[in-house]
């Protein structure tokens, strides 16, 4: 039986790097046409979209849509991966921060900032991983980044362990949250424990694990999954032969992507308004097809 285009939500398991968990899904799914959106970090857990099939062309668009996680920040000690993988490299007394300063650090932390992504980051630097050089010895500093965090929000404190939720967009590292906040502190902090509730529109509410996946593989289908994740168009007729030969149409007046669907429901491409007309980023079902 042929698996049909579309996306599979996984619910990540601890250990597994995003590639074990792509390979997995190309054995479920009978192709080697899948890919992911988003990598998480083996020690990290939850939503990791898979694209199957033609939606792999999705995965790059879904990539860039905010995200969620809930995380637990270890304060008075700093790592050399901001993380509880890393070896410890300094330890401080963090029994006189107050639930105040606490929530200063949070607020400070909060809205449009610029952010210095930790070394052991998969950022290329001359077109190599930066964790691959940090491995290596080297020294590795990489430049600020503007991104946004909509909510830090503190869930709990039990000493030193403080557990918060995130929001934020693309590109966003909990890691050098936790490395920041701890540094705003002046007790150092790192990362012990990340869980990546929503990509986008998809939460764990849809996520399986892999072992479920296994006993049933379900599949977001492709047109649901444009439906669930971009703003929607209607197409008439001739607007869905036109753009299926990948040909422009008037503007959308849609901010970023929306996706194109015929007058059956179908979704025939993602749209973006550019040079004054609507044009396809991604074309799904070309003329003919």
Same mark, same amino acid.
């Given at each position: 039986m042929s698996v049909p285009d579309g996306l599979l939500v996984v619910d990540k398991p601890a250990g597994w790097t995003s590639h074990d968990v792509v390979g997995r899904g190309r054995?479920?799914?009978? %192709?080697?046409?899948?890919?992911h959106a988003g990598t998480l970090d083996p020690m990290a857990t939850g939503v990791l979209v898979l694209g199957v099939g033609r939606a792999t062309r999705l995965l790059g668009h879904l990539a860039l849509t905010d995200k969620a996680y809930d995380a637990t920040i270890r304060l008075g000690a700093t790592t050399v991966t901001?993380?509880?993988e890393g070896e410890v490299a300094l330890t401080r007394d963090a029994s006189a921060v107050t639930d105040e300063a606490l929530a200063a650090g949070l607020a400070r932390l909060t809205g449009d900032l610029l952010q210095v992504p930790s070394s052991v980051s998969a950022i290329k630097v001359d077109g190599v991983r930066?964790?691959?050089?940090?491995?290596a010895g080297e020294s590795v500093e990489l430049a600020a980044r503007p991104v946004r965090v909509s909510r830090f929000e503190l869930l709990a404190r039990r000493g030193d362990d403080v557990d918060v939720q995130v929001e934020c967009t693309t590109g966003t590292y909990v890691r050098a949250l936790a490395r920041d906040l701890g540094e705003a502190l002046g007790v150092g902090a790192h990362l012990t424990a990340l869980r990546r509730t929503r990509v986008g529109p998809f939460d764990l509410t849809r996520a399986r694990t892999l072992d479920q996946l296994a006993e049933q593989l379900e599949v977001v289908a492709l047109d649901d999954a444009v439906a669930a994740a971009f703003p929607r168009r209607e197409l008439d007729a001739d607007?869905?032969?036109a753009l299926s030969y990948g040909r422009p149409l008037a503007e959308s007046g %849609?901010?970023? %992507?929306?996706?194109?669907f015929s007058p059956e429901g179908r979704c025939i491409a993602l749209l973006e308004d550019r040079d004054g007309r609507a044009r396809a980023s991604v074309v799904f079902a070309p003329a003919g097809s």
């Amino acid at each position: 039986m042929s698996v049909p285009d579309g996306l599979l939500v996984v619910d990540k398991p601890a250990g597994w790097t995003s590639h074990d968990v792509v390979g997995r899904g190309r054995r479920l799914a009978g %192709t080697r046409k899948v890919g992911h959106a988003g990598t998480l970090d083996p020690m990290a857990t939850g939503v990791l979209v898979l694209g199957v099939g033609r939606a792999t062309r999705l995965l790059g668009h879904l990539a860039l849509t905010d995200k969620a996680y809930d995380a637990t920040i270890r304060l008075g000690a700093t790592t050399v991966t901001d993380d509880a993988e890393g070896e410890v490299a300094l330890t401080r007394d963090a029994s006189a921060v107050t639930d105040e300063a606490l929530a200063a650090g949070l607020a400070r932390l909060t809205g449009d900032l610029l952010q210095v992504p930790s070394s052991v980051s998969a950022i290329k630097v001359d077109g190599v991983r930066s964790y691959a050089r940090v491995r290596a010895g080297e020294s590795v500093e990489l430049a600020a980044r503007p991104v946004r965090v909509s909510r830090f929000e503190l869930l709990a404190r039990r000493g030193d362990d403080v557990d918060v939720q995130v929001e934020c967009t693309t590109g966003t590292y909990v890691r050098a949250l936790a490395r920041d906040l701890g540094e705003a502190l002046g007790v150092g902090a790192h990362l012990t424990a990340l869980r990546r509730t929503r990509v986008g529109p998809f939460d764990l509410t849809r996520a399986r694990t892999l072992d479920q996946l296994a006993e049933q593989l379900e599949v977001v289908a492709l047109d649901d999954a444009v439906a669930a994740a971009f703003p929607r168009r209607e197409l008439d007729a001739d607007e869905t032969v036109a753009l299926s030969y990948g040909r422009p149409l008037a503007e959308s007046g %849609t901010p970023g %992507t929306c996706g194109a669907f015929s007058p059956e429901g179908r979704c025939i491409a993602l749209l973006e308004d550019r040079d004054g007309r609507a044009r396809a980023s991604v074309v799904f079902a070309p003329a003919g097809s």
